[in-house]
């Protein structure tokens, strides 16, 4: 019978929950209250659970997704297209060369940008391939172990895949420190990393994402 008992997944049930606790407890309070006061908590019995129902229906008409759980939804397009809005194309962006060439000059660049212009060192571009290469293997080991019900980011999945004993909780450590390293690369902030970390990450990363490559 307790396997029917479904847990609370969203804050409707909550709402509700609630509602019924408040009044069922103002019920019960109200031959407690001084004779004085009982009007007074009359009025509040009644106009609380009509102030509720009225934030409840203008939360459903202006902002309905918010009392949702992700679980409430039959998919996972589903409630990412909710929360998820493409942004719309910007319709006056115009490609024509010419066109191009006048937005340069209004922006006050007085030559073409150039590829070559991009610089990023090696060091960034190896610790870029580092974190994208780990977060690659990590999520198509976790789709194919773990049932997951929305996508999580990466440091979530790693204390379930150790739970699982999946990856090894060496690994796990390696993972979040070579994470350490290589997320200040990515954000520009290059010059927080030291010669060792880095160094550190060149002989780590290699043999970490070829055992990450060997779980199948």
């Not at 908590?41 to 202006?62: A, C, D, E, G, Q």
């Amino acid at each position: 019978m307790t396997e029917k008992v479904k847990f609370i997944s969203n804050p409707l049930t909550i709402i509700a929950i609630f509602a019924a606790l408040a009044e069922i407890n103002a019920t019960v309070s109200i031959g407690l209250v001084d004779k004085e006061l009982q009007q007074t908590f009359i009025w509040f019995v009644i106009l609380f659970p009509t102030l509720l129902i009225i934030l409840f229906f203008l939360t459903l008409n202006f902002n309905t997704k918010v009392i949702y759980a992700p679980s409430d939804y039959k998919t996972d397009e589903s409630f990412q297209k909710m929360f998820l809005i493409d942004p719309k194309p910007d319709k006056e962006i115009n490609f024509d060369k010419d066109i191009i060439k006048k937005t340069i000059q209004e922006l006050g660049i007085k030559t073409e940008p150039k590829e070559q212009s991009i610089k990023v060192s090696d060091d960034v571009q190896f610790l870029f391939g580092v974190r994208y290469s780990i977060e690659k293997e990590l999520r198509r080991i976790t789709i194919k172990f773990i049932e997951e019900d929305r996508p999580r980011p990466v440091v979530m999945l790693l204390p379930r895949l150790v739970e699982q004993q999946i990856i090894t909780p060496n690994q796990h450590k390696v993972i979040r420190n070579l994470f350490s390293i290589a997320s200040p690369a990515i954000h520009g902030e290059e010059q927080r990393l030291t010669v060792a970390e880095i160094d550190f990450a060149k002989q780590i990363a290699p043999g970490l994402i070829d055992e990450l490559r060997k779980i199948e």
